[in-house]
């Protein structure tokens, strides 16, 4: 992972590649015939932790959609890596080393731990190098590691936020979409998924 782009009501950034890994320009979005948002314009550099503030409503939701494909932005454009992504198949988006940790992490209930990991590391076919890694998130998550076995509907909420970001780095991502990774956590355990996220960034934002 090379970037983290983070959605919540707090974060960081610090500029480390002058050109852009994510870019949009102009971005308008809608659901039917009311406008979500307008005019987005954001840049996210290589090796980067990037914040969208605001309170509930104001569209960050959207704007993670919108770049990831789930909905087609009405205006702008939207690049990843140098590309041209806008109303790409998500599919293709995610193929392009863009993930999305989505709002309420979306975990596999029914899947055990392992096999939520596994999922994220669909696209993949070195099968030595995903065993490694499911081995590296187990380092950044130790309890995700003594629930491997545990069906992922089991885990707390907490626990659902760290396999779903753990499920979006199997993928082996350029950049990462968090949307309110902080959602109905409490401050303690949001404190330690914030510090786990800079740790990620630092190893691995090359």
Same mark, same amino acid.
């Given at each position: 992972m090379s970037a983290v782009l983070a959605v919540d009501n707090a974060g960081t950034a610090a500029v480390a590649d002058p050109q852009p890994l994510l870019k949009l320009q102009n971005v308008e979005s809608a659901y039917g015939p009311i406008?979500?948002?307008r005019g987005v314009s954001l840049q996210v550099r290589r090796g980067e932790i990037a914040a969208v503030l605001g309170s509930n409503g104001a569209?960050? =939701?959207?704007?993670?959609k919108t770049i990831s494909g789930i909905i087609d932005p009405r205006k702008g454009t939207i690049e990843f890596q140098g590309q041209d992504i806008t109303a790409r198949d998500p599919a293709a988006i995610v193929r392009r080393g863009l993930m999305h940790v989505p709002e309420g992490r979306e975990v596999f209930a029914l899947l055990s731990v392992r096999d939520n990991l596994l999922m994220g590391a669909y696209t993949r076919s070195d =099968? *030595?190098?995903?065993a490694r890694d499911i081995e590296t998130v187990y380092?950044?998550?130790p309890i995700l590691k003594e629930r491997a076995a545990q069906d992922a509907g089991l885990l707390s909420g907490g626990?659902?936020?760290m396999l779903a970001i753990s499920r979006a780095l199997m993928a082996n991502p350029e950049l990462i979409l968090l *949307?309110?990774?902080s959602l109905g956590l409490s401050p303690k355990l949001t404190k330690e998924i914030f510090e786990i996220v800079v740790r990620i960034n630092r190893e691995r934002g090359t």
């Open positions: 406008k979500a948002i569209g960050k =939701t959207t704007i993670l =099968t *030595d190098a995903v380092g950044y998550f626990q659902q936020q *949307d309110e990774p």
